[in-house]
């Protein structure tokens, strides 16, 4: 394997734009200020690499945080892009693509309508506000560890970033905004009871990520998910599901399904994001048609966006949407079962304690010999030996998550070549993170 190149140029990039930008980026987790280094600047990606502008190639297990599901830069996704880029970027005024998108989310999960917005914040936060609106109620219940964007009222112990940075709550956000979030541990049935208990008839809606992302993986545990629905339900509140992260990723109907469509429950609100953009700003909420029929201008809940739907984003969600199928889901399951046991094997042979979590084919490895299923055991892993490992495995051409509150993706162009690559670089990564410095 070539040697890598010093991240000169990227360092050179990284000072100028600290001088512009708050850390020099414009999304906390990319400063690797957890992992420590400079972050490769990257100019382009093709299929599973990430290219930086120093001539290193990566093999991406980020995919832009989910989005990219087919690899990069790929054919079908581009034309689709190009040509809707030919014939203008934005009108402000309905274009065809927005239903046949919406067509498209609808047919393939339990939605009856939907709304497009350009980023998953704005989808959970829309989907609250449509809550509060149904509901003429306040509060909301999140978990621990759950990440649901950075709207103010979702960011107490929020995971991906404020967890990486350990930010319990963000500054800026008003007390009486913090107030009406009520935050329980997740895969906690009792907390949730309490939080009812405690707040009777206030609490709008629980909102949960389908299954937890943002604090590594952290799968519900058996029914958990039809608990909170049915709980909600008990209280007059609703169920927001939040499938920014998991949506389209592990199946063509989502990771809910697995505890929920064969049980016949549906949650009541739905976010989506990432996939349905194919690395386009694009995301979307949905759900009942009753609910979502109090949108303005249906209904009182006021919702809005200048670029809300654009041609850009419906073109290239279309066009990746068409070539999911399960054949797909079968190849990027089969990925991260080789990743996860080259992992497993390793860690062990280096004798690191660690924990493999997968939702899907999403996973995340843990430094803890504990298992890990909810935000206080995550955040008992070895974060240092996570930021040694990753260092390894940048040096050896691996992009891994700079966080150990993140998680890996594959896509279907991460093929043998690729996979060995990582392969290969495992051990030496898991050696550096069993050694003490
Ligand atoms: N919800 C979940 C589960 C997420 O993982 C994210 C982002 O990672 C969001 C919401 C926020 O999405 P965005 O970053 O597009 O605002």
Same mark, same amino acid.
């Given at each position: 394997?070539?040697?890598? =190149?010093?991240?000169?140029?990227?360092?050179?990039?990284?000072? @100028?734009?600290?001088?512009?930008?708050?850390?020099? +980026?414009?999304?906390?987790?990319?400063?690797?200020?957890?992992?420590?280094?400079?972050?490769?600047?990257?100019?382009?990606?093709? %299929?599973?690499?990430? $290219?930086?502008?120093?001539?290193?190639?990566?093999?991406?297990?980020?995919?832009?945080?989910?989005?990219?599901?087919?690899?990069?830069?790929?054919?079908?996704?581009?034309?689709?892009?190009?040509?809707?880029?030919?014939?203008?970027?934005?009108?402000?005024?309905? @274009?065809?693509?927005?239903?046949?998108?919406?067509?498209?989310? +609808?047919?393939?999960?339990?939605?009856?309508?939907?709304?497009?917005?350009?980023?998953?914040?704005?989808?959970?936060?829309?989907?609250?506000?449509?809550?509060?609106?149904?509901?003429?109620?306040? =509060?909301?219940?999140?978990?621990?560890?759950? $990440? !649901?964007? !950075?709207?103010?009222?979702?960011?107490?112990?929020?995971?991906?970033?404020?967890?990486?940075?350990?930010?319990?709550?963000?500054?800026?956000?008003?007390?009486?905004?913090?107030?009406?979030?009520?935050?329980?541990?997740?895969?906690?049935?009792?907390?949730?009871?309490?939080?009812?208990?405690?707040?009777? #008839?206030? +609490?709008?809606?629980?909102?949960?990520?389908?299954?937890?992302?943002?604090? %590594?993986?952290?799968?519900?545990?058996?029914?958990?998910? =039809?608990?909170? !629905?049915?709980?909600?339900?008990?209280?007059?509140?609703?169920?927001?599901?939040?499938?920014?992260?998991?949506?389209?990723?592990?199946?063509?109907?989502?990771?809910?399904?697995?505890?929920?469509?064969?049980?016949?429950?549906? /949650?009541?609100?739905?976010?989506?994001?990432?996939?349905? %953009?194919? %690395?386009?700003?694009?995301?979307?909420?949905g759900g009942r048609a009753d609910l979502m029929d109090l949108l303005a201008p249906s209904g /009182?809940? $006021?919702?809005?966006?200048?670029?809300?739907?654009?041609?850009?984003?419906?073109?290239?969600?279309?066009? &990746?949407?068409?070539?999911?199928?399960?054949?797909?889901?079968?190849?990027?399951?089969?990925?991260?079962?080789?990743?996860?046991?080259?992992?497993?094997?390793?860690?062990?042979?280096a004798g690191v304690p660690h924990q493999v979590n997968s939702i899907g084919t999403i996973f995340?490895?843990?430094?803890?010999?504990?298992?890990?299923? #909810?935000?206080?055991?995550?955040?008992? &892993?070895?974060?240092?030996?996570?930021?040694?490992?990753?260092?390894?495995?940048?040096?050896?051409?691996? $992009?891994?998550?700079?966080?150990?509150?993140?998680?890996?993706?594959?896509?279907?162009?991460? #093929?043998?070549?690729?996979?060995?690559?990582?392969?290969?670089?495992? /051990?030496?990564?898991?050696?550096?993170?069993?050694?003490?410095?």
């Amino acid at each position: 394997m070539a040697r890598p =190149k010093p991240l000169k140029r990227s360092a050179e990039l990284f000072g @100028q734009a600290q001088h512009l930008i708050p850390g020099g +980026v414009d999304s906390p987790v990319r400063a690797f200020g957890s992992v420590g280094g400079t972050p490769p600047f990257i100019s382009h990606a093709r %299929g599973p690499y990430l $290219y930086d502008v120093d001539g290193n190639e990566y093999v991406d297990l980020v995919c832009s945080w989910g989005p990219i599901i087919l690899g990069h830069a790929h054919p079908a996704v581009l034309e689709a892009v190009n040509l809707a880029a030919s014939r203008g970027l934005s009108f402000g005024a309905p @274009q065809p693509g927005e239903a046949e998108l919406a067509a498209a989310i +609808v047919s393939l999960m339990p939605v009856e309508k939907v709304r497009l917005v350009n980023s998953g914040t704005e989808a959970t936060m829309s989907a609250i506000r449509v809550a509060r609106g149904a509901t003429g109620r306040d =509060k909301i219940i999140k978990f621990a560890g759950c $990440y !649901h964007g !950075h709207s103010d009222g979702l960011l107490a112990e929020a995971g991906s970033g404020a967890a990486t940075f350990a930010i319990p709550g963000s500054a800026g956000v008003p007390a009486a905004t913090a107030a009406d979030t009520i935050v329980v541990a997740y895969n906690d049935p009792d907390a949730v009871r309490a939080a009812f208990a405690a707040h009777p #008839d206030q +609490v709008a809606a629980i909102i949960t990520e389908a299954a937890p992302a943002n604090m %590594g993986a952290i799968a519900p545990a058996p029914g958990f998910n =039809k608990f909170l !629905h049915d709980t909600a339900h008990q209280h007059g509140a609703l169920l927001i599901s939040d499938e920014v992260l998991t949506g389209f990723r592990s199946s063509a109907q989502g990771y809910w399904g697995i505890d929920g469509a064969e049980e016949g429950w549906v /949650p009541d609100l739905f976010a989506f994001g990432k996939v349905i %953009g194919a %690395g386009l700003p694009l995301a979307a909420f949905g759900g009942r048609a009753d609910l979502m029929d109090l949108l303005a201008p249906s209904g /009182p809940v $006021y919702q809005a966006g200048t670029l809300s739907g654009n041609p850009l984003g419906t073109a290239a969600g279309l066009a &990746q949407l068409r070539l999911l199928d399960d054949a797909l889901y079968r190849r990027l399951n089969r990925k991260a079962e080789v990743l996860k046991q080259a992992w497993t094997d390793a860690l062990t042979s280096a004798g690191v304690p660690h924990q493999v979590n997968s939702i899907g084919t999403i996973f995340s490895v843990f430094f803890t010999d504990e298992p890990v299923t #909810d935000y206080a055991s995550a955040k008992r &892993q070895d974060t240092a030996a996570f930021a040694r490992f990753h260092a390894e495995m940048l040096r050896s051409g691996v $992009y891994l998550p700079p966080s150990a509150f993140e998680v890996c993706f594959v896509s279907d162009a991460h #093929d043998n070549r690729a996979l060995d690559r990582v392969v290969q670089a495992l /051990p030496r990564a898991a050696e550096a993170a069993a050694r003490r410095e």
